[in-house]
């Protein structure tokens, strides 16, 4: 279900994280004290990654963030069932950068090592200028969750995410001209 900015669903209800709001502290559905509404410290913080108690907008707020710290010109940033980002690159060159497609890469990593963000698909639209699609790529999430677990190395994880590298062109895959690898 898509979330708004406000943490109200589309059609207009809001999304309390599936418990009730009770003296400022969400409670989950098995009646345990979530991250307080008002920040009360006195009441522990569960980990909650995605978020039944964060909203959609806090999701993608802390993702753009993490992006931007790692030099990413973020236009768009979409969570629902993967998180859809677009970004501007500094390389406006005929392919897409392999060590900025890393640098955004490296940010989603960052987030699922710290408990941010659960393994999620991310799908990503990297635009020479808003409306000039330079390349698509996505990856996986148990791409990421291999990668945590150390069944895929990060050069396997590198690879085939440049394995997914698209081009308005039709041409598909890794070249030379791209770039460092990320």
Do not use: C, K
């Not at 490296?106 to 699609?133: M, N, W």
């Not at 050069?155 to 001209?177: I, K, N, W």
């Amino acid at each position: 279900m898509r979330m708004t900015s406000d943490g109200s669903d589309a059609r207009g209800r809001s999304d309390d994280g599936g418990g009730s709001r009770d003296g400022g502290t969400a409670t989950s559905a098995d009646g345990e004290s979530a991250t307080p509404a008002d920040g009360d410290p006195g009441v522990p913080a569960e980990s909650d990654p995605l978020g039944e108690r964060d909203s959609a907008a806090g999701v993608e707020r802390r993702i753009e963030s993490e992006l931007r710290g790692n030099t990413i010109d973020v236009e768009r940033v979409a969570v629902d069932d993967a998180v859809e980002l677009t970004y501007t690159t500094a390389f406006p060159a005929a392919e897409a950068n392999h060590g900025e497609v890393g640098r955004a890469l490296s940010a989603f990593v960052d987030l699922i090592e710290a408990g941010e963000l659960q393994p999620i698909r991310v799908e990503a639209t990297v635009e020479r200028f808003p409306g000039d699609v330079q390349a698509t790529w996505h990856a996986a999430a148990d791409w990421f969750e291999g990668l945590a677990a150390y069944r895929l190395s990060e050069t396997e994880f590198s690879r085939r995410v440049l394995d997914t590298l698209a081009y308005p062109d039709g041409e598909e895959g890794r070249s030379p001209a791209g770039g460092d690898s990320p």
